[in-house]
């Protein structure tokens, strides 16, 4: 059983890595072949995958492409030749290459994350590192890379309160293990991206000390954040804190800031009324309550387990930034004709991102409702018996693997977790923890990132990301090696 639960994995691993198929033909077959299997073994009824398949279809057109979509219609109308060479003049003031890497996709990136998440944290900083004129696939590497421990307190800590919820648990039991053990994973995150970017596991002499402050000073911001400030902060934190050194460190202060003018910044004003309307759930909880209020909650699937899905008509990342998108148009007075123009463009350059999206959903929520998920994790449990802390993180791997996030991740497996650390006599806490943490690196080879990273440049594959799974294994065995040491 555990083959045929582990076929769709390997089916996609096999066929954009080593058959290098296009991420569609890919997930197409996938689709296909999994429905075969669950008719032929009778683990769904054809009704039941139709359910099935609609609701992961549904789960991805929202809020995951209303999100790709209202980024890329953003930086379509904002960000044209001129905003471009602007873009390129400030981000490429700085002294070195690498530092105004890390300064856009580990600073502002980890901000965004943990602001928002859903993947804002992909595709904006991929788009500034583009439009300033970064090379496309070394930019994806490193985004890959950056945006991965980060993911743990993404939106606002949603990931960690999910978790809590899963296994009944107080988050200070939860907290304080993942940010400790955290804490190894993220001193290595600045090099490592670095490492991804360059696509070689080497640095230059001039920046070792630069990495070394920002290692540090993004290790401390980020922790101190978690246990003084909350789950909701630690990425926040992070990433503002490392944007302001870089900034200042690498020379990107009063020579840009003298060479743009208002009218060279006028057309951000929607990238501005963008970002606000995005805080403004998370800085003004009363009035995030209220748009909250919002939502249509309901069950497709056909089965007996089936799953109340709530889709939050406007307190959710993509609509949040169409709403900010419009709000600029109108102040800087943006014809009706030149917007249309640029949703339409953005629907026909991106469908195919958009599609591959909801195949990805339906074939996530084919497994999940099958019992393909549990049946793995549930094989590892047999399988490793005292040593499974060592597989906990590994679990948690997969988790964000088949289903894009941390939070699927930690719903699904969390219990899994708590679970054994009752019959291992472990701490329920702990085992979470790491589950947190590997789902987590599971970002870093996940097929939704390299799904949103082709919406925003060329269409990806794990042939082309090469590089970042070296890091994928090391942070895997790490988390692996610290769980198994300190379990018992």
Not at 322 to 340: D, V
């Given at each position: ?10 089916l996609?691993i096999?066929?954009l ?13 996938t689709f296909?072949?999994?429905?075969i ?6 683990l769904?009824?054809?009704?039941e ?11 991805a057109l929202w809020?995951?492409c ?5 980024a ?5 109308i904002a ?25 856009i996709v ?10 928002a ?10 788009s500034?590192m583009?439009?300033?004129g970064?090379?496309?696939?070394k930019?994806?590497r490193?985004?890959l ?6 993911t ?8 960690m309160?999910?978790?809590s919820s ?5 988050m200070?039991g939860?907290l304080?293990?993942?940010l ?5 994973l993220i ?5 490592l ?12 002499r001039?920046i ?11 290790l401390?911001?980020y ?20 944007t302001i ?9 009063k ?13 951000f ?6 970002l606000i309307f995005l ?8 009035l ?6 919002a ?14 899905v ?51 959903l339906a074939?996530?929520k084919?497994?999940?409702y ?7 994790a ?21 988790g964000s ?18 679970q054994?650390?009752?019959d291992?006599?472990?701490?329920a806490?702990?085992?979470?923890s790491?589950n ?17 990273a ?9 042939g ?5 799974f070296?890091i ?17």
């Amino acid at each position: 059983m555990i083959i045929i639960a582990l076929s769709p994995i390997i089916l996609i691993i096999l066929t954009l890595s080593i058959f290098k198929l296009k991420p569609i033909t890919s997930y197409l077959l996938t689709f296909s072949t999994l429905i075969i299997i669950l008719l032929m073994f009778s683990l769904l009824s054809p009704m039941e995958i139709i359910t099935a398949s609609y609701e992961g279809l549904l789960c991805a057109l929202w809020p995951i492409c209303i999100l790709i979509f209202s980024a890329l219609l953003l930086f379509n109308i904002a960000v044209g030749e001129k905003e471009r060479d602007l873009l390129q003049h400030y981000f490429s003031s700085g002294k070195n290459d690498e530092l105004t890497m890390l300064m856009i996709v580990l600073g502002i990136g980890s901000m965004l994350e943990g602001l928002a998440g859903f993947g804002i944290s992909t595709i904006i900083p991929l788009s500034l590192m583009i439009s300033s004129g970064h090379d496309a696939l070394k930019s994806t590497r490193a985004i890959l890379a950056a945006i991965s421990i980060p993911t743990t307190f993404g939106s606002m800590g949603i990931p960690m309160t999910s978790l809590s919820s899963a296994i009944g648990m107080p988050m200070d039991g939860i907290l304080k293990p993942t940010l400790a053990f955290g804490a190894v994973l993220i001193l290595f995150l600045p090099v490592l991206t670095v490492f991804a970017y360059n696509g070689t596991f080497a640095i230059r002499r001039t920046i070792i000390a630069d990495i070394a402050i920002i290692s540090i000073l993004y290790l401390a911001s980020y922790t101190a954040a978690g246990f003084f400030m909350g789950q909701a902060f630690p990425a926040i934190m992070g990433g503002l804190s490392i944007t302001i050194f870089i900034y200042r460190r690498n020379g990107m202060g009063k020579k840009s800031i003298r060479a743009i003018s208002f009218s060279d910044i006028r057309s951000f004003i929607p990238i501005i009324s963008s970002l606000i309307f995005l805080c403004i759930p998370s800085f003004c909880p009363p009035l995030g309550k209220m748009i909250g209020k919002a939502h249509i909650t309901a069950t497709f699937f056909s089965g007996n387990t089936p799953q109340q899905v709530t889709f939050q008509l406007i307190n959710t990342p993509g609509m949040l930034i169409l709403i900010g998108t419009l709000t600029g148009c109108i102040i800087i007075k943006k014809k009706i004709g030149e917007i249309s123009s640029a949703a339409i463009s953005t629907i026909i350059h991106n469908w195919k991102p958009m599609a591959n999206m909801c195949l990805v959903l339906a074939i996530s929520k084919l497994m999940n409702y099958s019992g393909m998920t549990a049946e793995i994790a549930n094989e590892l449990i047999g399988m490793t018996g005292r040593a499974f802390p060592f597989v906990a993180p590994f679990i948690g791997t997969i988790g964000s693997f088949i289903t894009g996030t941390n939070t699927s991740a930690n719903i699904l497996f969390g219990p899994i977790q708590a679970q054994a650390a009752i019959d291992l006599s472990v701490s329920a806490g702990f085992l979470a923890s790491f589950n947190a943490l590997g789902a987590s690196i599971g970002k870093i080879i996940c097929p939704q990132n390299l799904i949103l990273a082709s919406s925003v440049t060329e269409e990806m594959n794990y042939g082309k990301v090469k590089p970042v799974f070296p890091i994928f294994i090391f942070y895997t065995l790490l988390s692996s090696t610290l769980c198994l040491i300190f379990a018992y």
